[in-house]
């Protein structure tokens, strides 16, 4: 296969983001890999979205799918069976990429165990301005080669900055729909067992922050699909995750759980801070949660 002619289609998956749509389909159709078609899949929005994807549609690259709100598995589903190209991307309707993202990823694939490929995000603000920052968490830079362990204990791929190799879906799946939030963790998991993970490591992908629609909002609904989805993963794949691993994931989940209740509920917090000790005792980051708890607590009673 010739990389460089790779045909890539181009998921973009919208619920209610009209003024958004055309940046991300733009920076799809603008790459400098010329060999890309965009999928656009409404999920039943009540704003401007038909209208504006009328528009861009006056592009033939661009396909249309208009369906009735089924959740944004579903609609990522509908892309992926329209899609056309040997590689399926994904493109939030509020990001954007960088217009070399395709060329510098693609080349990746050459190694044919490698069934995805990612990239580093930049944040921008709601109204586009780019914000200067990299997650210092160690368990969110990215890996290549096999990732399952370092997967299972957090998410470090930026889902609009993925290629799939089509392979990957016949093998394990597309999206599961019964689940609501964390859909491409959950995907990334399964093809881990299966293929190699690669990157490009450079920010090729504009990821917007602080607008109301996203669903990153709803972060105590995030915890619970978070245990469902290690549950049913440890499921599928007995062994996949060995005993130390899965005590350092455990410890990461709730030492961020910790973190998040600091500020909301003190009780809960240090609640949290201790099922992360009692899941890996020889930590650091939970014991100083917990001193800081004690402190606020008795600064709080004066």
Not at 36 to 55: H, K, M, N, Q, W
Not at 69 to 76: D, F, I, L, R, T
Not at 84 to 101: N, P, Q, T
Not at 168 to 194: H, P
Request: aromatic fraction near 10%; glycine fraction near 8%.
């Amino acid at each position: 296969m010739n990389l460089s002619e790779s045909h890539v289609s181009v998921v973009v998956s919208c619920y209610n983001y009209a003024h958004f749509l055309p940046g991300a389909v733009e920076s799809a159709l603008g790459q400098t890999h010329r060999a890309v078609d965009v999928v656009i899949v409404d999920d039943g929005s009540t704003d401007e979205t038909p209208a504006v994807a009328a528009r861009l549609c006056a592009d033939p690259r661009v396909t249309y799918v208009r369906q009735e709100n089924a959740g944004q598995a579903s609609a990522k589903n509908t892309g992926i069976q329209r899609a056309r190209g040997a590689f399926v991307a994904f493109l939030d309707a509020d990001d954007r990429w960088r217009e070399d993202k395709l060329a510098l990823q693609l080349p990746l694939f050459a190694d044919a165990q490698v069934g995805v490929v990612f990239s580093r995000m930049r944040p921008m603000s709601a109204e586009g301005t780019p914000l200067a920052a990299r997650d210092s968490d160690p368990a969110r830079q990215p890996r290549r080669g096999k990732v399952t362990e370092a997967l299972f204990i957090d998410n470090f791929i930026p889902f609009s900055s993925t290629i799939v190799r089509r392979e990957v879906f016949e093998r394990v799946g597309v999206m599961d729909t019964a689940l609501s939030m964390g859909i491409d963790w959950d995907l990334w998991l399964r093809a881990s067992v299966a293929f190699n993970f690669d990157f490009v490591d450079e920010e090729l992908i504009d990821y917007r922050v602080g607008h109301s629609g996203q669903m990153s909002h709803r972060q105590e609904e995030r915890h619970g699909w978070a245990e469902s989805i290690m549950a049913k993963f440890l499921a599928a794949h007995p062994g996949a995750i060995p005993a130390a691993a899965l005590n350092r994931a455990w410890a990461h989940t709730f030492n961020n759980r910790g973190y998040y209740y600091r500020s909301r509920d003190l009780s809960r917090s240090t609640g949290y801070y201790l099922r992360s000790i009692r899941s890996r005792p020889f930590q650091t980051g939970a014991f100083r949660g917990l001193v800081g708890n004690l402190l606020s607590g008795l600064l709080g009673a004066k």
